[in-house]
């Protein structure tokens, strides 16, 4: 009653249309979750190396090895790339701490689950750390506009 259909779908590819290997490299979850997370840290470090810049501590100093070995041991040994001066020529360091704080929530989101305990405990309290810093930040203007 019905006409087979003699055209391939548009769906598929030509090589599984041929029973045969696809020419592109496929990638696991778990590499897309360690590519996604080493992104992430390495925006983070970003963030923590600007504000590193513009307000040095011994906290933002240990927070930003720590994240470069992070990154480092999901990129295989690779070194992230360092930021070196502050990319903001008037800087706000309540919206950097704030930047920083939402860039480790997705850290933290995505080493959650890859179930990477060690980058999840970094990206919590990198969290609280910017959380803290971004209110004593905001507290000042608050005050001085009164």
């Known amino acids: 009653m019905y006409e087979p259909i003699r055209t391939p779908s548009v769906h598929s590819t030509r090589s ?12 696991s979850r778990e590499d897309e979750l360690d590519i996604q997370l080493a ?12 504000l ?4 040095p501590s ?13 990154v480092g041991r999901l990129r295989h040994g690779r070194t992230p790339v360092r930021a070196s001066a502050p990319a903001t020529a008037a ?5 950097l701490h704030q930047r920083a704080h939402t860039l480790a929530g997705r850290a933290l989101v995505v080493a959650a ?9 970094l990206a919590a309290e990198r ?12 507290e000042p203007r608050a005050l001085a506009s009164r």
């Open 16 to 27: 599984a249309l041929a029973g045969t290997a696809s020419d592109f490299p496929h990638r």
């Open 39 to 50: 992104g992430h840290l390495a925006a983070l470090l970003t963030a923590t190396d600007e």
């Open 52 to 55: 590193r810049a513009l307000a």
């Open 58 to 70: 011994a906290d933002l100093d240990t927070a930003a090895e720590r994240l470069a070995g992070q």
């Open 91 to 95: 800087p706000d360091l309540a919206a």
């Open 113 to 121: 689950s890859r179930a990477d305990t060690a980058a999840a405990i």
């Open 127 to 138: 969290m609280d750390a910017h959380a803290e810093a971004a209110t004593e930040a905001t």
